[in-house]
Structures are given as structure tokens and as C-alpha cells.
């Protein structure tokens, strides 16, 4: 395959991360001509020069669709807010190019069901940003639930905890606008909802509760504003195969920072993982004596794929941006028309639909079945 | 207050554990007449002599009427199967003598209505043997928590796990039966129960999932049967003060050996705790530089009463055994008329209705309010 | 056997623990005769009285004298400070008692040697309380390393800290005055000297280092006095069979309340231990694939014998007293003169000796042999 | 400062992680020039194009000699087997490039005398690859010990600990032989001294034991050879101030991989680290009351700087191949006469030194002072 040239829409910190994957891949893995880095837009015109420059990107621009029509770029990244994604992603698969877009699809659902026609109309690969299915600790973890080291898997817990809402003196902004959604629910629960996808396939039924731990917040010109979304939400679930699991997503937790906690119990044995500790697993098999059986800690290494391509050896630990890089190096694969390891468009849909059905069981006050 | 006369009903392992509470109190506590251990019954005879010796006791009886009947028997310990204590409880009480139940009250709630009903008319104390709460360090916990250590409580996870029914191919036995009950509902969930009872109070409202991971078992005899209850449960739920909680219960969970793990999320702070480890605790609290703030894991020590008690040095550990002699000293506080820290017929009632409560929302698919 | 009748001198922390011991053996292991508490001797007449009372023995002393001379006492516990073990321990065995003394024998070797030799001289038992070889964990962890789960061993670690010496406020008392010793080392190291002694027998080889954290200490009075031993020690160490270990210990380790972590290395795994979790330790065998060879935390359960004659379930842990209860069974197998696991005067002389000679090391700053 | 013009000689693991952080830096500091990648050496030739290409450097050369030659390089990084440093350094260096070379200096110190000597001599920045210091943890412990935090040091304990060479049976290869060092001293301890003289300063006195957990090694052709240097190391160790450690290095340490367990004890707390969870250390400040004391875990975020220049959210981690990335900024400051935390010539040099004297103080068994 012939080098693709790279367009990088925003450039927040997922912009950054994409440009670090952009730069890294070939380095890294080696077996792959050497992206170009064409084109990067941002709105503000002096700052897309600024990382242009910084990135390594040769050409910037304050207008995306400058970008999209750069007949050098082949690849899109789409790291602006969410808001935007539906706009750009459309535009350009339209005008030709691959996607790879920043996490969740869009606020609306019927933006992301356009996003997904426009994809399967205009053949070209789209893919987006969830990376956490990167891990090689992950896939090694999905590669022991297939050879069947833990049996039939009838139990599943998820949670997704972070801290930035959790003070309740932080002034009111738009994260609690019901504008941005329904709170921790599609800010966060996203995430670990690729993992039960990456893992088992998806979610069939769902009952949610949702809170506010503060009704209200501080206003930095003074008084206070209620709060119009749900900081946390906690979903029973059942998967396909008559597997149950409990989601519970925080974005109020006090001191977890990047926690996606998974424990998976099987029929043979369980497994636990920890995103704070992303470079290690726990497996659990009832094998051999009673007197000897317990959670093995396993440190990511060699033996757990891609790791060796950035490590030759076990327990020194990748980090979360070179997850990017492994996503980055699956999305050139789906590109080249190889297998690869992504979130489509059509798995992101499911994923969204999973949670707009959570968000209707809760004011529903019932299960709700996804077709 | 005067030596108490002791009666002691069962003589499986929680026999065994009243009997160790029984002759260490006093040594313990040292504050406290030592009780003289009178009398035990057990169904059969001979063990009834064997243990009656082992375990310190005057008199041996298979007639548990008769030990009821004894007049130097002034609290009598029921550590009998669970179909047995309304039954005995009530006789104990009805013949003047303080009761000491093993948790739960009764599989069917009329019975345990019942016990309370008597406990009341007889003004007896009647109390059951929920030792969890009485580990010193869940005593911190709730003096934190009531000290503001945390702020406002509005989250709580707590997790009840052991993995005795895992084994997919161990025989079918009475535990899988519908005359045993729900299953992990209310053999497990009534631990962590009885935790958030102690420090939050009561449940007001619940959603319940429930699985069997294994649909039928073997049968010693051969062929199989089908599993008539449920071996994991999964609740949503609300306390009063609009605290959210989760609550998971799996007595089919690998590898999971005494896990009781509790997660409680305030505006200030967090705390977090499991029973596998009960002499040490973890907790959040947002102040300081964001660059030092982390979870503090906290060992036991004489700072936590009464942990003094045992050992005069911190870090060296309390056994789950010990627990019961500390509710053994409430226990005989309560029967002093001095404030004590138990768990009555009252409350266990309460317990027991919230557990009927969430096996009814799980039948009918629907949230219960608990009046 | 008959039941024995016991004595025991000291009632401070230790002297309490060997009260519930003597209180609890039989119910818990049944298989013995319930001794009986004859004689209690305290130098404080009121305070005997009370303890006795307390602790359940029949008479109360202020002469430890009178209870040695007491016929109905068939073993001394031992419990006072160390520099009265010598004449209790030779006055009880002369006595024709046998003893249970608490460690280490005595500050000068002289006298711990003629504590032996009197032993020897007497026939009787004559065993001294290290509790800590007699967990579970520990006797596990003693059969694999037997059972070669971890191939030869070739090198170990051992660390022991507390803090109670550790503010450099606190003010100067009797620990830090050469009369009492080395300072961390006879204080401390005596107990992972028993670990290692119980694992893989006596060391043969040490280099030491000592140190002073504090060079003075306020007084109370007002004033300054210098600091007379060593509140830390470091000793390079050879063990039979070519064995390295590094023992490491320090009472001025700030946050350390009871650690004793043990690492073991050999040639096809390895194992650690540390006593703040005392119910659990970790194994790694270094066996099947790469990519799930970890440490194994194993919780203590009835596997792992004697844990189930205290509780029948796993993961639900002993504490710290529960171990006296151990060792005093171990006692009474050896006054019953069946096997046992004891550490006697045999062997705590040749822990002592090492003392000495780690102490020796330092001073004149070189390697010593142990004959 | 312009854009450097790079070169790098060697391929293998380090030569990839230069290569990425080369790649890297600019995009993630942003506040410098892109370096220019020019020129890439590699004793086979065709390697060298194919890593060329790979690592994105225009340039490919089987001479490391025309890569020193070439006008257009500022800096060479050294990345080949530690007999190949002294000569690359001193051409480099005398070239007048700067240098940035793999630890350590050179297998004999002479060599590494002549590499300090001639950096001196030239004028230019020359630095070793050590970069475990860099790590935004390590610096944030350095930060909070000159702060205070944990008041005057006075006791460590450092353990580095891999198992590449535990097991017995793999064959015998060249790091076995004396011509490759002592073993575990020069191969490991290395890294452990650079955090200790980054943390402390340096190493004052020593005594050294070193261990062969295997004597012999199966040869591949058959039969067995003698190792003829040592996998493990342990020393007794004397730092300024008084401050006593005690350093422990074993390659054979089964289920190791990447450990740097990192102890620090000081008047008024404790520091603890972990080089396999290098994202988080614990901290314990002897602060407030008794019952709240414990040691924090304080996760890895924006506040521990340059954490920040890589992900703006706390709890995400970073990988070791970042920690290059930060060295590789560190180097650039230096070059631009900037302040910087490098580990000099000056400084690698004493930390050979101290390397020697360990070895020294093994085979003539006795304390060496370091001068």
C-alpha cells in the first residue's frame, strides 16, 4: 500500500494523541509505508500553524473543509468536539476519504444513523477512537475468554470512575447541560460498552438508574444553576447467551482517576482488570490444589501482542497514548483491506443505540429490550 | 450486673464461634462478670457430650427444650439451620431468656415477624449475629463518615462474592433448592445489608436482576436437576437522602473467597473496604495539593476501638473470629442496658424485608419502594 | 494425657495472649484436655488479683515464686520482660515445670545458655513463643518450598519494620538505653531470624550495619540524652547450601506498623509474605506460558492447615492472637511428646547466637562465621 | 536553538526507543525545534536501510564512522553493546558532536575516564541514557523529599529485579561470561544508583556480597559451562548525611520483570515506589491523628510535571518508551545551555566507580570507602 496522506481536524488533546500515533506507527511497527502528514486544521488560525508546526504537519488551515478537499489527504482524523463529528465525518466520506473519528458518533442518534449511511455509501473505511480495546492486555484478555481459560462467562461488573465532576463547589459549565448530554452516561459509559462489545458482543437488555449528586452548582458571575444531567448512572444488563452485568459509571468519584475496573467471571475461572493499572491483568483458574489457587497478577509483556513492538521486555509498560498507536496501525490495516481489531461505524451505532436505550430505561422505570 | 448463664443451641461452625466468644469475652473486655457456660444442645447426643466438653460447657443435651427449660440459663445462643430459629427463638424468649439468633431470622417473613412480635412482648433482648459490623474497623468507617470525613455520601457500591457454588460440575445440593430460598439474595445479601443498614440506614428502593449461572447440576445419584434458585443477584437501589447504591451478591464468583466490598463515594472524599482484607481500609479525602491526594490505606490499630482490646500494637490483625466476641460484649451491653451497638429484631426485620422486597421487584420486573 | 495445670507470670500484652491461648485451646482443637488456669503471678498484688479474674485462673500471686513452687502447675508462661526470662524460665524448669517463655531467652548469651543447659538438665519442655512460624501461611508456605514448588531456593529477603521509634520527638526511654539491647536487631530481627531458622534452618554467615536515625532524644524532664543503640540494622547473610539473604530491620520505619516481608527465590518460582496481610501470600511457579506466569495471591483457608479448626471457609482470615492458640496446641503435642512445630531453647539459642554475631560484624566491621 | 541535526548508531530496542523519541519530542513539548532526523547507522548494511526508512532518517550507513563524519549531525545517540561506547563516544565527541549514550560508560573504567576526559576536553554536552530519572513520579519524589515532606532521610532500601536468568536450564550465552561485567552489579545496579544519586547524591562507602544462583549452564552444543559472573548482588551501602541503604540486584528473580522497588524512610514519613507500576508511589506523611495514618497511593497525573506535555487527565499513565521522550527534552536543554535534569559523564562516571567498588568490597570482603 502506498503512503497515506494524513488530514487532523482539532487539536485538543485527542488531536495531540492522533498526531503522536500519526508520527509513531511506522516507527513502531515497521511493516508499513510511512503516513504523510499533510494537512491540520483548527479553528483558530494562528494555533493550526502553531501545531502544524509542532505536529509535523505541513500545511494548516483555520477552515476543515480546506482539509477535506486536500487531494494529498487520504485519511481523516476527526478529533473536534462531538457536536462537529456528524458534519465533518460526512463530508469527508463524501469527498472520498477514510475516517477515523474521536468517540461517541454524535449527540443525536439520527446523526450517527447518517453518519453510518454515508460510510456504507461511500465504501471507504470509518473508524472511531476507542482505543481502550487497544490494550494488548485486553486482547490477550479476549484471546483467553475465546480458548475458553475461564469456561463459559455467565457474570460481568464494569465500572467507569473518574473525579473532574466530583467537587461540588466547581463551577457549573457545559458538561451539566442537558445540551451535552445525558452526564456519565454517554460521557463515559461509552467506554467500558466497547469493552463488554470487544469482549462478548452487545448489550440485549438494560434497566438504569441515574443520579445528581449535586442538584446545583456555583456560578462563577454568582448564584447557582441546577445541575441538568446525571454525574452517575448504574445499568443491570444482560448479554447475549444469558451472560448478566452491571455497568456503573461515575464522573463524581472521588480520588479514581482513569478506573475501568472489569471483572468477568466464568465457568472455570474469572479475570479482573483495572485501567489505572492498564499494564497488568488478574486470572483466576480453578485448576490444581485448593491450597494453591488464587488471582495471578500478570504484567503486560512480549507474550501479549503488540507489546513487542514497542518493548522487548516484560513489565516495563506501555502507556495510554501508544494504545493510539496500535489503533492506529489497526485502522491502516482495515484501510489495506487486512483483518483488523476496530470500532466501525456499525459497532459504534450499536454501542450508541445501547445507550440511548439506558437513558429511556431510566425515565421509563423499566427494562428496556435493544433490538 | 451478675454472671450470665449461657445456653448454646448447634454446634456447627457457628457454634463453634459463639462458644470461642463465649469463654474469651471476659479476658477479652476483662469490664464484665465472665459468663459461666451452662448448657448445650445439640441434635445429636453423643456430640452433644463431646462438644459440651470442647467447648466448656456444664451440661449436655439432643433436647433443646430442655436447655430452654434450664433455669441457670439466662441467654441462650441459636446457631441451629435457619428453618429452626423462629421456632426457638420464640420458645427461648417466651421462657424469659435474652437471644442471641444467628442471621437471618427466618426463610419465610411471618416467622420472623413472629420473633419479633415476641421479642417485643417478652422485653427481652433479641439480637442477631451480623458480626460484620462489628469489625473496628467498619466502626471507623461510620464515626468518619459521621464526622463529615467524607461530606455528604451519595454513592455506594458494595460487593458480596464467594465462589462455593461455582463449580459447574460440583453435585446438586439443598442450597440450590427453592425451600433454601432466593439464592445469593438472601443467603449473601444480607451481610452487606446489614453494612449499609449500620451506616446509612435503611433501603427505600430497589430493581433486582437475578441469574443461575448453571442451570441444572448433577446428581450424586446421576442424571441432573435442575437448579431452583438463583446463585447471583444484582440490585439497584436508593437510601434515604437520595444516596444511589449497587448492590452485587455471587456465591458463583471464582476465586472470590470472603469478599465484602464496600465503595462509598461523598463530596469530599471516598472510602473503600473489603472483607478479604478487614484490617485495613482505604480513604480519599480532596484536600491538600491534587499532587499528593491519593487513597491512604489505613491498618487497623488500637486507634480503632476496640481493637485495642486484642493487641496494644497496630498492623498486627484481628481474625474473623474476634468479631464475635466483640458482639459478644455488645450483646451483654445490651443486656446491661448500657447503648450497644447490634443489630435487633427490629432491624433485622427490616433487612429481611428489603430482601423479600427485591426478590419481588426481580419477579415483577419492576422498581418496589420499601415502606 | 491429663489436663495440665498452668501458670502463668506476666499479665501485660503477651501475658493476655497467652490467657485467651490457654483459654481457647481446646474449644478450638477439641482434641485435648481442657487445661486448667491454676496460678496467676503479677508484681503488682491488686493487679494479679484482677487479672486472675479476668483471665480465669484460679489463684493469684504477687510472688511469681509461690506459683512455681504451686503442685498443681504443670507449665510456666513466661511473659515478663526479657531480663527476667532467664531466672523464671531455670527456677520453673528446676521446679520440674515445663516452659513456655516468650522470646528471645535472655539479653546476655551467657544466661540463655544456662537456660538451656538447665533444660536440658531438667527433661522437661521448654519452648519459646514465636508465633509467627506457627500461621498457617507460614507452615504452607514451609511444604511447598519442601515439596519444591519453587525449585532450590537460592535467595531470600526478609524485612521487619514498625514505627514506634520513629518520631524523633518522642521522647527517650528504656529501648534506646544499651541495656536493652542492640536496638532493632535482638528487639526485631529475632523474629524473621525465626522465619528463616523455621524455613531453612540457621544461618552460617553475617555482615552487618547499624544505625542511628536519631543521635538523641528529648527528655522528658527537659534536655537532650544520646541515643544508645540502634534503632535499624542491615546484615548480608549466608544460609546453608549456598543460600544469600538479606535481613533488614528497622523500628523507626515510618508507616511500617507490623511488616515482615519475606521474599524467597528459587530455581523454578518464587514466594512472598508480608505479615500486615498476614491471611494471604503470593506464589509464582514459573510454569505453562509466558503470557500467564504472575504472582498468585493465595487467601488462607482451610487448605492451609490448621486454618479450618478455627474457621471451615476460606478467605475469611485469622488474627494475630489466633496464632498463640496454634502455638500453645504445638506445646501441648510436645509436652505429649508427639511432633511438633515449637521453636526450643535448642533452637532460640542459635537464633540468639546470630544475633551476637550480626552485632559482633558490625563492630568490627567485617564478615563472621556462625560455628 | 536551530533544529539538530541527529544521528544514531544501533538498532536494536534502545536504538528504536532514540528513534521514537527523536520522532516524538517535538510534538509533545512543542517549545523546541523538530529535530532532523539525518543520519542512521547499522553494521549490516541492509538492516540499516531497512531501519532507516523505518525510523525515519534519511540516511543509512553500515560505518559508524561516516554517520560521525557526517556535517549535518549534532548529536549521535549510542545505542550499541557497552564495548562499542568509548570508541563511538570519543570519535563523536571529537568530531565535535554531542553525545547521548546508552548507560553504562564502558565495561572498564579506564575507558570511561577517557570518555569523561574527552568530553571535557571538547566542550560539548554528553549524557548517558539513564532514564528511570525521568519519570514524572521520580521527580515528584525528588520534589516533595526537598520539601520536606518526609523530613530528613536516613534509611532506603532499593531492589532492581528481573528474571531473564532464573531459569537453570537456558543455555549459557555471553552475559554469563566475565568479559561482560560482574553480572547483576554492572547490569542492573546501575539503574538503582542513578535514582539513589538523583534522590541523594552519591554512594560513600560500600561492602558487597554477590551470589551465582547457578553454577554451570547447559551449552547448546551439549555439555555445561561455568558462569563466570554473579545474578545476584546485595549491598550494605553508606550515602552522605549518614543516611544508611541497603541495595539489592538479582536478574534470576522468578517473576520479577521490571522491578525497581524503591524504599525511602525519613524523620517524618515515607516514600515508596515501584518501577512495574511506575505510573503511582506511595506516600506516607506521620500527620494528623493516628487512626487516619496510612500510606496514600498517589496516581501518576498533569501534577506530577512533564506528565502534562503527554495527557492532560491524571490516572492514564505513561509507558516506559516515554520516559525517552522526556530525556530526549532534557538532552535538548542541556545542548541549548538550558538547566536539566541529565545524568553527565561527571556523574556516570561516579556511578561506575561505585559499581567497582562494590566489586571490590565482594572479593576482598571488606567495607570500601568511595572517594
Redesign the interface.
Known amino acids: 500500500m502506498k503512503s497515506l496522506g494524513i488530514g487532523l481536524i482539532g487539536t485538543g488533546?485527542m488531536g495531540?494523541c492522533h498526531?503522536?500515533a500519526w508520527?509513531?506507527v511506522?516507527?513502531?511497527f515497521?511493516d508499513i509505508e510511512?503516513p504523510r502528514l499533510i494537512h491540520l486544521a483548527e479553528a483558530n488560525g494562528d494555533l493550526a500553524e502553531?501545531r502544524a508546526?509542532?505536529?509535523?504537519f505541513e500545511k494548516a488551515t483555520a477552515d476543515w473543509r480546506t482539509l477535506i478537499a486536500d487531494s494529498e489527504v487520504d485519511v481523516v482524523s476527526i478529533t473536534t468536539p462531538n457536536q462537529f463529528h456528524a458534519e465533518m465525518a460526512i463530508a469527508a466520506l463524501e469527498a472520498g476519504k477514510h475516517v477515523w473519528c474521536e468517540k461517541p458518533m454524535a449527540p443525536a442518534y439520527s446523526d450517527a444513523e447518517r453518519m453510518l449511511k454515508t460510510a456504507r455509501a461511500a465504501g471507504k473505511v470509518a473508524v472511531l477512537g476507542y482505543n481502550y480495546i487497544q490494550n494488548p492486555v485486553m486482547r490477550?484478555i479476549r484471546a483467553?475468554i475465546e480458548q475458553g481459560?475461564?469456561?463459559a462467562v455467565?457474570?460481568i461488573?464494569v465500572?467507569m470512575d473518574?473525579?473532574?465532576m466530583?467537587?461540588?463547589n466547581a463551577f457549573f459549565y457545559w458538561k451539566s447541560e442537558l445540551s451535552a448530554g445525558y452526564g456519565a452516561l454517554d460521557d463515559f459509559a461509552v467506554h467500558p460498552l466497547s469493552l463488554l462489545w470487544y469482549l462478548f458482543g452487545h448489550v440485549e437488555a438494560v434497566?438504569t438508574?441515574m443520579?445528581k449528586?449535586?442538584g446545583s452548582r456555583p456560578l462563577k458571575e454568582g448564584g447557582r444553576r441546577d445541575v441538568e444531567n446525571y454525574d452517575?448512572a448504574?445499568v443491570?444488563m444482560?448479554l447475549g447467551g444469558?451472560i448478566?452485568a452491571?455497568l456503573?459509571a461515575?464522573r463524581?468519584?472521588?480520588?479514581?482517576?482513569?478506573?475501568i475496573a472489569l471483572q468477568i467471571?466464568?465457568?472455570?475461572?474469572?479475570i479482573a482488570y483495572d485501567q489505572?493499572?492498564?499494564?497488568?491483568f488478574?486470572?483466576?483458574q480453578?485448576e490444581g490444589?485448593?491450597?494453591?489457587?488464587?488471582?495471578?497478577?500478570?504484567?503486560a509483556?512480549p507474550?501479549?501482542l503488540p507489546y513487542d513492538r514497542?518493548?522487548?521486555?516484560?513489565?516495563?509498560?506501555?502507556?495510554?497514548?501508544?494504545l493510539k498507536i496500535i489503533e492506529c496501525r489497526e485502522l491502516i490495516r482495515a484501510i489495506s483491506g487486512e483483518p483488523s481489531s476496530i470500532v466501525t461505524f456499525e459497532d459504534g451505532l450499536r454501542i450508541e443505540k445501547s445507550v440511548h436505550a439506558m437513558a429511556q430505561s431510566f425515565h421509563e422505570?423499566?427494562?428496556i429490550e435493544i433490538e
Open positions: 488533546y495531540k498526531a503522536l508520527n509513531a511506522k516507527t513502531v515497521g510511512r502553531k508546526s509542532e505536529f509535523g490477550h483467553l481459560a475461564i469456561g455467565n457474570h461488573r465500572e473518574e473525579d473532574f466530583a467537587d461540588p434497566i438508574d443520579v449528586p449535586y452517575a448504574n443491570l444482560r444469558g448478566s452491571v456503573m461515575n463524581a468519584a472521588w480520588g479514581r482517576k482513569g478506573r467471571f466464568g465457568s472455570k475461572g474469572s489505572e493499572r492498564m499494564n497488568e488478574e486470572l483466576y480453578a490444589r485448593a491450597s494453591e489457587q488464587g488471582f495471578r497478577k500478570i504484567l509483556g507474550a501479549h514497542f518493548i522487548p521486555a516484560p513489565g516495563h509498560g506501555l502507556g495510554f497514548n501508544d422505570r423499566r427494562w
